[in-house]
């Protein structure tokens, strides 16, 4: 008999497992694979979208992966690809027969043939260029000399523009008369005689007025303009910020060069957040489950190597205190408190500046404001936990002073964890080395080497 907590229990797995792919279908489709049973392998795969069947082949081996891609040949959409994450696209082009890559990269935009080719070796960056026709290789090719990470490696060439003097009908009868609009676009730029864009005008503003409305009537009033050459972070922050939907990219000349939409400036943004994270935890900004144990270690081993050090730093730091740790064992027993509490604090300011710092919520302007609020934070939680571990101290081992001790190092190491979580950071950014890539290290060996020192200092004052 099934019980209400039961059934709850199953709903939220349900809602956990929305948009995972579902086991027993993985195993069929595998299953279909084993067989060779390519008809069933592609009635399994028909409902699939292609993020999803890009999860599938990014979370299966190479050998299921080579023989799943080989079955399905002329079914693979170019979709499919530019879902790929990055750490696999390569062996995947590698397995698909070339007129399946050329039929596949065809049905592609121009900004997803970039996304597709620049991560790739010279060959197979050809490969697919060659299966492009002229004009759509002209125009990658164009992408592809803007340099890495600008906006004109992230914008598409596809575009739907139409002069600044005309009217509602004419661009409407222009729009049914093309036949190579871009499948999806969400504004009609407006540009002058010289091709500078002057205006936005949304579809709906478009369907829902009349025939002899002027196009320049409907203009949006937020108008952004990006050059070609932007950083993409500084585009994604304009999307975020001001809640744009697709925008004109412009040459040096301020000629319209192509168009940003919002899933590409998101995309950018979600790869930030997830560098951020990858970096904080010292595992590299490419790693993926798909990796290879030896691509793992390399990427993750000088990280460790550089905590290695700090840690010896650290212990040089309790050597000097050598004599005192021999006559009051309690204290080894409580060092690891006052380093774990120091480092998390630590973290925790570390993790607030850093985020701040990538949405460039923490500017110049309020610096000090934030670091004195992260010091009164620590000084604040270290006091509560200082009368806490100062109760334990005298409880566990009879002895006010240390009590005392650890009470006072919790105060002060708590207080400089938050100084040192949100000026570490800060310092870094100035000197413009990515706030996320090495802070973690350095904020912990601070609270390490302060919190060793301040607890086994007083504890060489106070008990000797």
């Known amino acids: 008999m099934t019980t209400i907590d039961d059934q709850t229990e199953a709903d939220s797995g349900r809602e956990d497992d929305a948009y995972l792919l579902d086991r027993r279908a993985v195993a069929a489709i595998l299953d279909a694979v084993e067989k060779g049973d390519q008809a069933q392998l ?16 990014e979370q299966i081996g190479h050998v299921d992966r080579e023989s799943l891609i080989r079955l399905y040949d002329h079914e693979f959409d170019g979709e499919i690809l530019s879902e790929l994450d990055e750490s696999i696209r390569e062996d995947v082009i590698s ?3 070339p007129q399946v890559l050329a039929d596949a990269v065809r049905e592609l935009e121009s900004d997803d043939v970039v996304d597709l080719i620049e991560d790739l070796e010279e060959p197979q960056q050809e490969t697919i260029l060659g299966a492009l026709a002229e004009t759509d290789r002209l125009a990658v090719e164009q992408a592809m000399s803007y340099p890495e990470g600008s906006a004109g490696r992230l914008m598409q060439r596809e575009v ?18 093309n036949e190579h609009m871009p499948d ?4 009609v730029i407006l540009v ?10 949304t579809l709906g503003k478009l369907m829902g007025a009349r025939r002899t409305v002027p196009l320049l009537d409907l203009t949006e009033e937020m108008f952004h303009v990006i050059p070609a050459t932007q950083d993409e972070e500084d585009v994604a922050y304009a999307f975020n910020q001001y809640h744009l939907i697709s925008t004109p990219v412009v040459d040096d000349e301020g000629r319209l060069a192509g168009m940003i939409t919002i899933d590409d400036a998101m995309a950018v943004l ?7 994270i990858m970096r904080l935890a010292g595992v590299g900004d490419e790693s993926s489950l798909s990796d290879s144990v030896a691509e793992t270690v390399k990427r993750r081993l000088p990280w460790l190597a550089v905590n290695l050090l700090t840690a010896i730093l650290a212990s040089l730091v309790i050597a000097l205190f050598e004599d005192t740790l021999s006559r009051f064992v309690a204290l080894a027993v409580l060092m690891p408190i006052v380093a774990s509490m120091g480092g998390n604090a630590g973290t925790q300011s570390l993790t607030v500046a850093v985020r701040s710092l990538a949405t460039r919520d923490l500017t110049g302007a309020n610096v000090w404001r934030v670091i004195r609020r992260e010091v009164l934070v620590g000084l604040l939680n270290g006091v509560v936990f200082a009368v806490t ?3 334990v101290g005298v409880i566990w081992f009879g002895s006010p002073q240390i009590g005392y001790v650890i009470a006072v190092a919790m105060v002060i190491n708590l207080a400089v964890a938050g100084l040192a979580g949100t000026v570490i950071p800060v310092m870094m950014d100035k000197m413009g080395v990515d706030p996320a890539l090495a802070s973690g290290t350095f ?4 609270t390490d080497v302060v919190g060793f020192f301040v607890f086994l200092g007083l504890a060489g004052m106070v008990l000797l």
């Not at 592609?42 to 082949?57: N, Q, R, S, V, W």
């Not at 002058?192 to 005008?201: A, E, F, I, L």
């Not at 979600?270 to 951020?276: C, S, V, Y």
């Not at 904020?443 to 601070?446: A, P, S, Y």
């Open 42 to 57: 592609t009635e399994l795969m028909e409902p699939l979208h292609a993020a999803d069947i890009a999860d599938l082949l």
């Open 95 to 97: 397995i698909l027969a």
């Open 160 to 177: 739907v523009m139409a002069p600044a003097h005309w009217n509602v009908g004419q661009a409407i009868d222009y729009m049914r008369s």
């Open 184 to 187: 999806q676009f969400y504004h």
């Open 192 to 201: 002058d005689p010289r091709m500078h864009p002057v205006g936005n005008v």
């Open 270 to 276: 979600d790869e930030e957040h997830e560098e951020d």
């Open 389 to 391: 571990m100062g109760v």
């Open 443 to 446: 904020v912990t060996t601070v």
